[in-house]
């Protein structure tokens, strides 16, 4: 398997890697460090090639997308945009922590835009829950019937006209990429 | 007047934060603001297709770029900040990274469609705040909101990273904003913190978390509302504020706004017009006594 830092290198949004000057900007501003590593910690892994501790690891799915640490950073690095490289990397190798929801939060939430050309809160989150955990789903319950009540989760998804383009567009690219 | 694209969004438009769709565009109507809803657009993926799939989710946005550049070109503008940052990711990375643009490219002729990166990519705040003459805004008030206390929450991706011309970390245009319409802007030194997004779902706690912080620093401050420009966070701070109740045996009843919908209060639109009835912690309280002081 070729090395790490190529591969992170290569995708659009990794090549900052090899800037960091591992000066811990970003880890002081992360509300994601302190329940898992930190982007300095998860920058300096991979430059020493630590793969599957990376990779199948819990760190990078806590990542919030917040985008302090690439507001801040001195080197102009986009840590975020690294975290997102690396999801990919780790989705593309089928990987991704088992331990964290989020991948598989992720997935379902790109299979409802596949499906209708828009996404479906609704179906999203009840499709998540009964997948992880049917009895956290129960807990939401409340949630779910206050949102539906004040109107604001319509049980039926929207389906664009256009979604059959969206799904040819979306197969080039994947044939295009030569990924799954 | 000024027309847009308007690119709603799928929460904005009929989910979590549909109310935010409604008052959006009559706030536009009032402000003579033609925000023109693009055709059959189709979800941006917003941030999980671009942590999965950073060519695909290049393309979900290249394909509403390009039904908005076949349309007229003028400036597609959102009122959420994920789809804000989405779309306009797309327009720098197909610019930054030619391989990448390419590849969008022949995936898009499959549908017969191409574009030409020419389509600006805006928030609504930042229209109504430089686009919109704060005077003529002021000359349209109809309600005066003096005495109300407001928290501008402005979160992470209407700000970071840095798009448009606020501060990503000490912005301004929710405040003048606020301040446009008479209410007072209390300082919130959370005000660019992340409520957790859609980790929400995902990793409750770490999000019940920092929504507790923000909450926290609102009322400490003394704010009679929140106001924010991005349903995710509305639905976090709103919805799941009784989540944090019950989890921090806490006690918040904080009103959680969109700022169009504070907006469209001083400019006399009625609660129904605003999807007031559809916020969870009801902000009625708060807004009866200037609902009743209307001309
Ligand atoms: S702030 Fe930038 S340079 Fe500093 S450790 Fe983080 S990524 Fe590296
Ligand atoms: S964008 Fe992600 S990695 Fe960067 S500070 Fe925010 S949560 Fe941490």
């Known amino acids: ?108 939430f790109i299979n409802s835009v596949i499906n209708n050309g828009r996404v479906h809160e609704a179906g999203l989150v009840t499709r998540f829950y009964m997948r992880t955990n049917p009895l956290a789903a129960l807990k939401m319950l409340r949630l779910g019937l206050a949102l539906l009540s004040h109107g604001r989760m319509p049980l039926r998804a929207r389906k664009i006209n256009g979604r059959r383009a969206v799904r040819t567009i979306l197969d080039k690219a994947r044939a295009l990429a030569g990924t799954q | 007047m000024r027309r847009y694209n308007y690119f709603p969004g799928c929460s904005c438009s009929e989910g979590t934060g549909v109310a935010y769709g409604l008052s959006t565009q009559a706030v536009g109507k009032a402000l003579d603001i033609e925000l023109v809803e693009l055709a059959d657009w189709n979800c941006c993926g917003s941030t999980p297709y671009g942590s999965l799939d950073v060519m695909g989710s290049t393309c979900l946005s290249a394909r509403n770029l390009a039904l908005a550049e076949k349309a007229d070109g003028l400036d597609v503008v959102t009122p959420c900040s994920s789809c804000y940052i989405t779309l ?171 700022f169009t919908q504070l907006m469209g209060v001083a400019l006399g639109l009625t609660p129904k017009a605003l999807g007031l009835e559809k916020n969870i912690v009801s902000p009625m309280k708060a807004l009866t006594p200037y609902f009743l002081s209307r001309p």
Not at chain 1, 9 to 33: D, K, W
Not at chain 1, 70 to 78: E, G, K, L, Q, S
Not at chain 2, 169 to 191: N, R, T
Request: aromatic share 6%; net charge negative.
């Open chain 1, 1 to 108: 398997m070729s090395n790490l830092l190529e591969e992170v290198y290569a995708i659009p949004g990794g090549e900052g890697v090899a800037l960091c000057i591992q000066c811990g900007t970003c880890s002081a501003s992360c509300p994601g460090a302190d329940r898992g590593l930190s982007p300095r910690q998860i920058i300096g892994m991979v430059r020493a090639d630590m793969r599957e501790e990376i990779l199948s690891g819990d760190s990078l799915w806590l990542c919030a997308s917040c985008y302090l640490c690439t507001v801040r950073c001195p080197r102009d690095i986009r840590p975020t945009d690294l975290m997102h490289a690396l999801e990919c990397l780790a989705v593309r190798d089928g990987v991704s922590s088992k331990r964290t929801r989020t991948p598989l939060m992720y997935r379902t």
């Open chain 2, 88 to 258: 306009n990711k797309a327009n720098s990375y197909l610019k930054e990274y030619p391989e990448l643009g390419s590849a969008v490219d022949e995936a898009l002729a499959a549908a017969d469609l191409e574009y030409g990166r020419g389509v600006r990519v805006r928030h609504l705040a930042e229209i109504l705040s430089e686009d919109a003459e704060p005077d003529v805004i002021r000359s349209k008030v109809k309600i005066s909101l003096s005495g109300l206390n407001v928290a501008p929450y402005y979160g992470c991706q209407l700000v970071r990273p840095r798009l448009g011309s606020d501060d990503p970390e000490c912005p301004q245009s929710l405040d003048s904003l606020a301040e446009s319409a008479g209410a007072k802007v209390i300082p919130f030194p959370l005000k660019t913190h992340c409520c957790g997004a859609s980790l929400i779902i995902s990793e409750e706690s770490l999000a019940l978390e920092l929504i507790r912080k923000l909450l926290d620093s609102a009322q400490q401050n003394g704010a009679h509302c929140i106001v924010t420009a991005c349903p995710l966070c509305q639905a976090n701070l709103d919805a799941y504020q009784s989540r944090v109740n019950s989890r921090f045996k806490t006690n918040y009843s904080l009103p959680v706004l969109f």
